[in-house]
């Protein structure tokens, strides 16, 4: 093979490559989504409050959502996210056929298309094919990708991804495609509009010499400001109801809402800095949560940022978020908390060595960066390698047996629930709760109001109470006086109202 026929090979072999990593990677997305969901290993919080919000808001209508287990609250006063309104299409279009595993769908979908704006953004700027696909696969690599999917499905992880996508239609000049991205972001969370504003101010500072780009990114700061101030101001307020207050805002070291906060951020800029790297639990137990964080997203690349500090505008709205909370778990590595990291650090990493002259360097720097990355994500899928172990690697180890099984047989269990109409109210457990949110009226146990079914497992599914707790609640129904089991194959039930009447089977 002479020299010209190696040299095409190569280009042939680059051309597929990048599709071919997402292919693989999204199909592993897929099949982690659809095996939590088949063993029942989704959770009622969140995926069984989604779909009921979702099937909601198909049907028109902004219902008090039932899962949640204080009553008169609706999904939107939850989060002040429409993200769900603007996918009810896909509810049409998919759920006939997909079900109850839709929205798990749509998010590895989001996900996949996150992964290409990464590829196409970096080769855009970069003109290497190398970087475009070491970016690629640092973006499915990095360990919060994975620990993500502990939590099924959820906005944050479907907005995140969507910021490379909006990066790069920014870079393409595609200023509809960049503006209908950024709308989508916005409202996504009430929180998103924080983090596009310092976007835009990155991308101010990055191409101020150019008079679209420039304009464009002061409207992104001015309009995400604006939409934020309206988001707390008029939104919120609006929403509020005397069963809801917005609490959502756990900052209480900054202050008792988000302007109290900024004024403090403000005002005490040393001290502000100082909390992001101090346990303020006051429990030891949370010593090092941070600092494990900290050094695993340097090493995966984040050092760079100390040579371009540009970049840094990228990371501070999300750090703030996440390490100044009251909660310790989202300053881990746990869960979806570090999901915004992963989407946007590959972008940043491989710009910055873009930058760097030496053609060598770089390229060597790339390679280890992606070699570090893999190493510390596989250290650190281990649950006894991280601070906070208490979460299970069971809904995210694919490469393990136990992904693919449980202790029951799954498929008995969702032909039984064909047996429950679909216009009838039932209360369920938290493991069975989401396959059967598509209704109108579905509680989470012990919250059982006027239902007509109650239908769970009586193992191993006992959240929002007690191993001790569980047994008593069930027997306040189960005591052959208002509900009688329809079906009992241990661990699973099915108990009917003893006057209820089916109607529409």
């Known amino acids: 093979m002479n020299i010209i026929d190696k040299k095409a090979l190569i280009r042939k072999a680059s051309d597929w490559l990048p599709y071919t990593i997402m292919i693989l990677f999204g199909c592993i997305c897929i099949l982690i989504s659809c095996c939590n969901h088949y063993f029942f290993r989704t959770d009622a919080f969140d995926y069984g409050a989604y779909n009921f919000a979702f099937n909601d808001y198909a049907h028109l209508r902004l219902s008090d959502n039932p899962v949640y287990l204080v009553k008169h609250i609706n999904f939107l006063q939850d989060h002040v996210s429409f993200t769900l309104m603007i996918f009810v299409p896909l509810y049409w279009l998919l759920s006939w056929l997909t079900g109850t595993y839709t929205l798990m769908l749509i998010q590895a979908i989001i996900i996949i298309y996150g992964s290409w704006a990464v590829y196409e953004l970096v080769k855009l700027k970069t003109n290497s094919e190398l970087l475009s696909i070491l970016a690629l696969l640092q973006y499915f690599m990095l360990l919060g990708r994975w620990t993500a999917f502990a939590n099924d499905c959820n906005i944050a992880i479907i907005a995140s991804s969507m910021i490379p996508v909006f990066l790069l239609y920014y870079a393409r000049k595609q200023l509809m495609w960049c503006l209908t991205i950024l709308a989508f972001i916005l409202l996504a969370r009430e929180d998103m509009a924080l983090w596009t504003a310092f976007i835009g101010l990155f991308l101010l500072v990055s191409n101020y010499k150019d008079k679209w780009y420039r304009n464009l990114a002061v409207g992104i700061v001015l309009f995400s400001i604006a939409y934020f101030i309206i988001t707390f ?24 809402g988000p302007f109290e906060a900024v004024l403090f951020i403000l005002k005490h800029p040393i001290e502000t800095i100082k909390l992001l790297f101090t346990n303020t639990t006051g429990d030891p137990a949370y010593n090092g949560v941070k600092s494990e ?52 650090l590959p972008l940043a990493v491989f710009l910055i060595l873009s930058e760097f002259r030496s053609k060598r360097l770089r390229n060597i720097l790339a390679g280890a960066i992606c070699v570090i990355t893999l190493v510390g994500t596989i250290h650190l899928l281990d649950n006894s390698n991280r601070k906070i172990s208490w979460c299970s690697d069971t809904k995210f180890a694919f490469y393990k047996g136990s992904m693919y099984k449980a202790a029951f047989d799954p498929k008995k269990i969702n032909d039984y629930l064909k047996l429950i ?3 009838a109210k039932v209360s369920a457990t938290g493991h069975i709760l989401p396959h059967l949110a ?18 769970g497992f009586l193992k191993d599914d006992y959240y929002p109470m007690d191993e001790k707790r569980f047994p008593d609640e069930l027997h306040k129904y189960l005591d052959g006086k208002t509900f009688e089991f329809k079906v009992y194959d241990y ?9 209820y009447t089916v109607i529409n089977q």
């Open 233 to 256: 101001t008029v939104i919120i307020p609006l929403i509020e109801t005397p069963f809801k207050k917005y609490d959502l805002f756990q900052f209480t070291a900054l202050g008792h």
């Open 293 to 344: 964080f900290y050094v695993y997203y340097f090493v995966c690349g984040g050092f760079l940022l100390l040579f371009r500090p540009r970049y840094l505008l990228l990371f501070i709205p999300i750090l703030a978020r996440k390490m100044l909370n009251d909660d310790p778990v989202r300053w881990s590595n746990q869960s979806f908390y570090a999901i915004d990291f992963v989407s946007i």
């Open 421 to 423: 109409p679909l216009d």
């Open 438 to 455: 598509f209704r109108s009226k579905i509680f989470f146990f012990p919250r059982v109001d006027d239902a007509d079914y109650i239908v």
């Open 491 to 499: 661990p699973f039930f099915i108990a009917q109202k003893k006057n």
